[in-house]
């Protein structure tokens, strides 16, 4: 039974789908071709000197607002201040005073990694992040 | 071949359980392990403490308004809190003063105890500047007016406020009896003059007030108001009789502002 199976306008259907499989993935390789590069990180003079986070690097970057909302809860809520880490080093929970005291180049530090994951911390409204500068 | 099929499920069931098991386990096994290398808070070891903060204002050390300047303008340094009333300010205006932001702040006897007020009061009561501010009262109603608990009273009788949970509603202000609280209008960073890098602002959009310089007592300091006081204020533990506020409370005669409300006000006035 040769020949039994047909197509109709085959040029037509297969230039069709062509098409369509390339709008219906537009959005993946549009996306893998402009994605930007992980952004370089800097660390200041002080980090450097220190070496280490308050933890570990890798929970710091997956946990680090975990982190400042224990920090919060428990200064402003319980009134406990000093956090200490598992080498038994102590920090006087403040984003300001703390964090931004080793990573002072916020711009260049935390404001880099937030703007390539496209999150935006509003906690500048209040938190001073230029300590330094004498407004 | 039955027999091995029921041999193959008994297996497969045994080891699907096995495996489901694990996870549970390990949760709970991790639960019961306290070791000692886990992260801890602790307060800090110069912090102060109390069983019910209280503060005694000796009014007889004020003469004039003046007088009650440093002390103003220590605690608002120190708290960042806008002057929106600075003429010097190139967006200064009048109407300014319906966004001010008080925490510690000069008032009348007649307004400070309207319900004390008797038309004959001596001249030199008349004339004199109350200092008020935040009552860090026994049974606060801004407690229980808000609906976040962003303000709540702690274990050592401060009325705090938490900012992060405070949507702004104001439900604390109708409440406070005392105009302790207010409310930021505006962005209040252009007019914070020298500001204090180690507390945070204020923004639009929440409440705030006067905090017995909680971030102060915490590292063993004595509240702003009563450093730059020059004596004229006691600060200490109500319920510690050896306490200079119970020495002063227990030689002088004092009184509170509108006592009748029962919010039991943890200021007290010598006059």
Known sequence: ?135 | MEKSRRRFLKVAGITALGVGAKPTWDVLASDSSHDASQPKVKKGDKALSAEQWAMVIDTRKFTSEEDLHPIIEACHKTHNVPDFLDEEHEDYKPANKRHEIKWIWPEEYKHAFPSLENHHVNDRVKALPFLVMCNHCENPACVKACPTKATFKRDDGIVLMDFHRCIGCRFCMAACPYGSRSFNFRDPRPYIKDRNPEFPTRMKGVVEKCNFCAERLAVGKMPACVEASNGAIAFGDLNDHESEVSKWLSENFTIRRKPGLGTGPALYYIV
Not at chain 1, 17 to 27: E, G, Q, Y
Not at chain 1, 35 to 59: F, G, H, I, M
């Open chain 1, 1 to 135: 039974m040769p020949d039994q199976k047909q197509m109709y306008d085959k040029g037509k259907v297969v230039a069709g789908l062509v098409i369509f499989v390339v709008l219906i993935t537009f959005p993946f390789w549009y996306n893998h071709l402009k994605a930007a590069p992980a952004p370089q990180l800097e660390l200041t003079k002080k980090a450097q000197a220190a070496k280490n986070c308050v933890r570990s690097k890798d929970y710091m970057k997956a946990e680090h607002m975990q982190l400042l909302d224990v920090w919060r809860e428990s200064v402003v809520r319980n009134g406990e201040r000093v956090y200490v880490n598992e080498e038994g080093k102590e920090f006087n929970m403040s984003l300001t005073n703390t964090c931004l005291d080793c990573h002072s180049n916020k711009a260049e530090f935390c404001d880099r990694c937030h703007n390539y994951a496209s999150v935006n911390p509003y906690c500048w409204d209040c938190h001073i992040d230029n300590p330094k500068e004498k407004k």
